[in-house]
Each structure stands twice: as structure tokens, then as C-alpha cells.
């Protein structure tokens, strides 16, 4: 079993910045492709980042690419997320999971098999 804790979210202003982490504990995640995904109120959630177990390759929504990297730390078993120009509609609760080795191409909350528990991220305009 794999636990997931997110933290970094909070009140950020349009234009900032902010950076999540997602720790694992339980098993190291060095064998897991490792997703970031976000869901509004009454919406589905819906992917935002992803990067392959072996840490050279990644992915990302077009509505954050040029503006978020996500990196993984395997000494920490840590995964983060940072986001550079925080829009208003980049106000959701973000959710971290640990997926499948090799199948984060496909953006897909199926392909997840653990998930945090989110961390709310709120932008004033």
C-alpha cells in the first residue's frame, strides 16, 4: 500500500506562484509513474501533470504547460508540483496518485491506483 499526503495549497494571488508536494509513504514510489490531477466544484477531475517513474520524461495539460514543472525526489519519495502564473481557474483541490509504471502518457485517472487525499488550492483575482 501506497499512503499519499499533498500539502502547499492555500491562498495564492493571480500571477503568483505555488508549489505542491506530495509525499509517499508505505513503499517507495520509485517504481510508480507519479500524477498530479485537480478537480473544481462541480467538475470532473481532470488531469494537470504527470511524470514517468524514471524521471525523465514527463507531461502536462495544456492549460499549465510553459508554466508548471513537476520533478520527484526518489530519496524523499516526495513528488512536487510547481505552478508559475496561477490563473483564477487554477482554483481547485489537487490531487496527487500514483500510477501504473509507464502509463501516465495517457492522462487517465484510471491508470491511478493510490490518491491523497488533495490539498485546496484557492486564487485571488
Known amino acids: 500500500q501506497v499512503q499519499l499526503v499533498e500539502s502547499g495549497g492555500g491562498l495564492v494571488q493571480a500571477g503568483g506562484s505555488l508549489r505542491l508536494s506530495c509525499a509517499a509513504s508505505?513503499?517507495?514510489?520509485?517504481?510508480?509513474?507519479m500524477g498530479w490531477f485537480r478537480q473544481a466544484p462541480g467538475k470532473e477531475r481532470e488531469f494537470v501533470a504527470a511524470?514517468?517513474?524514471?524521471?525523465?520524461?514527463?507531461y502536462f495539460a495544456d492549460f499549465v504547460k510553459g508554466r508548471s514543472t513537476i520533478s520527484r525526489d526518489h530519496a524523499k519519495n516526495t513528488v512536487y508540483l510547481q505552478m508559475d502564473s496561477v490563473k483564477p481557474e487554477d482554483a481547485a483541490v489537487y490531487y496527487c496518485?500514483?500510477?501504473?509504471?509507464?502509463?501516465?502518457?495517457?492522462?487517465?485517472?484510471?491508470?491511478?491506483?493510490?490518491w491523497g487525499q488533495g490539498t485546496q488550492v484557492t486564487v485571488s483575482s
Open positions: 511524470i514517468l517513474w524514471s524521471g525523465d520524461i514527463t
Open positions: 508505505g513503499r517507495t514510489i520509485s517504481s510508480y509513474d
Open positions: 496518485g500514483a500510477g501504473r509504471k509507464g502509463t501516465s502518457w495517457s492522462q487517465q485517472v484510471s491508470t491511478y491506483d493510490y
